[in-house]
């Protein structure tokens, strides 16, 4: 199920930055591999009282604060209005209102959005409650974003307006839910109508059409699939930024509810820094993965175009390339490069398709199926130990301090993504470089294609307790 989003919303200097990072440092998800890349300060989950958000900085993130025009401001703050399902309204309570507030609250009035009005910058200053109630939004909670006063009462009061918690729908249960994300305009809504193999989504040459988000379920060869499609933003004058950040974040909103995210590039344009995000996020959430190198027919047009082009001095006795030799010369280059700024996503495997003619569907769907399986694979206990034993006896592990890591007993703990815990003599003498090499062994004997392979490391005082457990079951 997607994680529901809140977000922060106010005018400039505010402190919604600032809030941002105060409401992040409860966060309490273990992430256990993170690219640099994958994180800026533009969103975050949030766990609280066991309900889990997508928190949103709308602060200083698209340049619409820094235009001193009042309509850049609000709308910034509609945009954000828009996808949220419930909304922190900050205000300066040192400085009080100004002209922006009452414009920003007569959006959250109208949205019907649930909100909280929160004053931030009460560290000491204490206004009158009538000032803001001309707001008309009801009290405000008066907190200290930088000192963290009042913060986990926010944390109460946004949680207690979260939407109930809903069952996927039960006829859906044994389907596989795919993800098709991506940044605007590289084919997803005709990736989905191919897939589907009718015309469910509106395909536009320009990006940003898809509205909302909508499920596709289709059966492709007695297997279900629901197909959840990235719903992009109408196109409005002077906000292309905010298209570009909107559309990252309504990607991890699909990423969040599916079993394989297919991350589709444009191939004649190559890899992107938000594809990076949007990949990274994938890969941190454990969800399967696979790349999919979409208007591969223009790439192949290209390679015809050379082929048919005589060369300017053509060395002697050198024939010239087919458009089949150059096409593949071309999608070496390509995956060389994917794999390159992909790098966090090794295991994904990398399909090539054309939406548009529908081709490279069949193998696609093949794919969606292998990995799918691979994210719930498990692996006997006694059989991931050899495996284990093989691979340390094979490639020692390298001494650290005078100190040699050892590792006693691995058992696979989870699933979607699996999840193996390493009983350890110390995890600190445990390299990155030597566990790149473990997951590496483990999956050349177990497959876990497109799938994260997650480590935890525990110290051996509590191998005998896993040991235990194990048996146990």
């Known amino acids: 199920m997607a994680k529901p989003q809140v ?33 800026d300060r533009l969103y975050g989950d949030v766990e609280h009282e066991g309900r889990r958000f997508l928190l949103v900085d709308t602060g200083g993130l698209v340049g619409a604060e820094d235009d001193p025009l009042l309509r850049e401001v609000t709308r910034h703050a509609e945009l954000a209005l828009e996808q949220a399902e419930a909304v922190v309204f900050l205000v300066d309570g040192r400085e009080g ?17 649930p909100y909280v009005l929160a ?44 939407p109930a918690l809903e ?58 699939f629901v197909l959840v499609d990235t719903a992009g933003l109408r196109r409005k004058s002077k906000v292309k930024a905010n298209l570009e950040y909107y559309s990252v974040v309504r990607s991890l909103r699909a990423i969040d509810r599916c079993d394989v995210s297919l991350l589709v590039l444009d191939a004649a344009e190559g890899v992107a820094d938000q594809d990076t995000k949007i990949g990274g ?15 591969w027919d223009l790439v192949q047009a290209s390679a015809r175009e050379a082929a048919e082009e005589p ?12 458009a089949q030799r150059i096409e593949a ?10 794999r390159r700024y992909l790098s966090f996503m090794d295991y994904a495997p990398l399909v090539f398709t054309s939406a548009l003619h529908r081709s490279g569907i069949e193998p696609l769907l093949e794919q969606v199926v292998v990995v799918a399986g691979e994210h719930k694979h498990r692996v006997s206990t006694g059989e991931l130990n050899r495996a284990l034993l093989r691979a340390t006896e094979s490639h020692p592990p390298p001494t650290r301090g005078g100190r040699q890591l050892r590792v006693y007993y691995a058992t696979e703990a989870d699933v979607r993504p699996p999840t193996l815990v390493l009983f350890v003599n110390d995890p600190e003498l445990m390299h990155f470089s030597y566990e790149r090499y473990l997951r590496n062994s483990l999956r050349q004997q177990f497959g876990f294609q497109g799938t994260p392979l997650r480590f ?12 235990r457990a194990e048996e146990a079951r």
């Open 97 to 113: 209102l100004v002209g922006p507030d009452y414009e920003i609250a007569e959006m959250v009035r109208k949205s019907g959005k």
């Open 329 to 338: 010369v071309m999608r070496k280059d390509f995956e060389r490069q994917t």
């Open 119 to 162: 004053a931030n910058k009460m560290e000491s200053v204490r206004l009158a409650a009538e000032d803001f109630l001309a707001l008309r939004l009801g009290p405000q909670l008066d907190i200290s974003a930088l000192q963290g006063y009042n913060v986990s009462l926010l944390l109460d009061e946004i949680v207690s307006r979260l």
């Open 311 to 322: 060369p300017a001095s053509p060395p002697p006795g050198r024939r010239k390339a087919s």
């Open 281 to 295: 996020y994938a890969h941190e959430q454990g969800r399967a993965a696979l790349i999919v190198a979409n208007k």
């Open 7 to 39: 977000a922060i919303i106010g005018r400039t200097n505010v402190g919604k930055s600032t809030l941002f990072n105060r409401l992040l440092g409860y966060r309490k998800a273990v992430v256990e591999e993170t690219p640099g890349v994958t994180r």
């Open 456 to 467: 935890i490391l525990k110290p051996r005082r509590e191998a005998r307790t896993g040991e």
């Open 167 to 224: 069952e996927e729908p039960t006829e859906q249960s044994q389907a596989i839910r795919v993800a098709v994300v991506g940044r605007p305009n590289v084919g997803k809504s005709l990736l989905v109508n191919a897939i589907a193999g009718e015309d469910r989504m509106i395909v536009s040459e320009l990006p940003g059409t898809t509205r909302d988000a909508v499920d596709v379920v289709c059966r492709r060869h007695d297997q279900q």
